[in-house]
């Protein structure tokens, strides 16, 4: 296959992640839609890696997978956080800093 | 066809049917379980672009820790206090109009662009190429990550510590 096959393949799960985070209301939800834009971007990576035959992408994406453990852990613990404080994770109802 | 281009074909439609199915279930346990599907998906993408050692990070890291977290966080949010697990969407054609003109913009980009040849041969065995690098050119930011990733341990743990 070629590239632009890899390369749309991610644009249309990037696309549908996006999708996600704006429309979900639960804050689960959104850190779910922020994962499937990741993966999309890790493709790319890999992607242009392979088909220029040089390393540093794939490097990049095991740094990227790394790191996006690390901010799922950090983001649902502030979830949780959150839930014990207003009892609800729902996005709509955080609105304490609303001017 | 070749063999390739059936095997992409089929996780292409793998990756796409379960990425909607995470942005679009109701049930927010079934769309945890639709990403780990996708996660799997995406890593016989690197699997399909000969980087086992990635599928099988992506499985370890991805597939096996996210996918458990999120599992996690949902029982402790959800079903501790008898909430059903159901959730609503809002701005479904505001969202969808949004992600469109993204597509739409990236995929412009890719039409334009040249068509790059064939993948070139990978001289010697990648995962061999790949542990070198990382403890070679790249043991820097290999260490960095190791801090990232206590201290981002440690976080968690300060923010999810019961109180006295």
Excluded: K
């Amino acid at each position: 296959m070629p590239l632009i096959a890899y390369l749309t393949l991610a644009a249309l799960v990037f696309a549908i992640g996006l999708f996600g985070v704006l429309t979900r209301r639960n804050a689960v939800g959104i850190l779910l839609g922020i994962e499937l834009m990741l993966n999309a971007v890790n493709i790319n990576l890999v992607a242009f890696a392979r088909f220029h035959a040089d390393l540093a992408g794939m490097i990049f994406t095991l740094f990227t997978i790394a790191i996006t453990v690390a901010e799922v852990a950090v983001g649902l613990a502030i979830v949780i956080v959150i839930f014990r404080v207003r009892r609800t994770v729902e996005a709509d109802h955080l609105d304490l800093l609303r001017g | 066809m070749t063999a390739e281009t059936v095997a992409f074909a089929g996780v292409a439609v793998v990756l796409l049917a379960s990425s909607l199915a995470v942005v679009l279930t109701p049930n927010l346990f079934h769309a945890v379980l639709a990403l780990a599907l996708a996660l799997v998906a995406t890593g016989a993408v690197f699997l399909l672009l000969d980087a086992p050692f990635l599928f099988g990070v992506q499985l370890l890291l991805y597939a096996g820790g996210v996918v458990t977290i999120v599992v996690f966080a949902i029982m402790l949010t959800e079903r501790l206090v008898g909430e059903s697990i159901r959730q609503t969407s809002r701005y479904i054609v505001n969202g969808a109009l949004l992600s469109a003109a993204v597509f739409v913009g990236v995929a412009s980009f890719l039409v334009q662009a040249p068509a790059g040849g064939p993948r070139p041969a990978w001289p010697g065995d990648l995962t061999v190429a790949l542990g070198r690098a990382l403890v070679g050119a790249y043991a820097v930011p290999l260490e960095l990550l190791a801090v990232l990733l206590v201290l981002a341990l440690l976080g968690a743990l300060y923010f999810a510590r019961s109180e006295g």
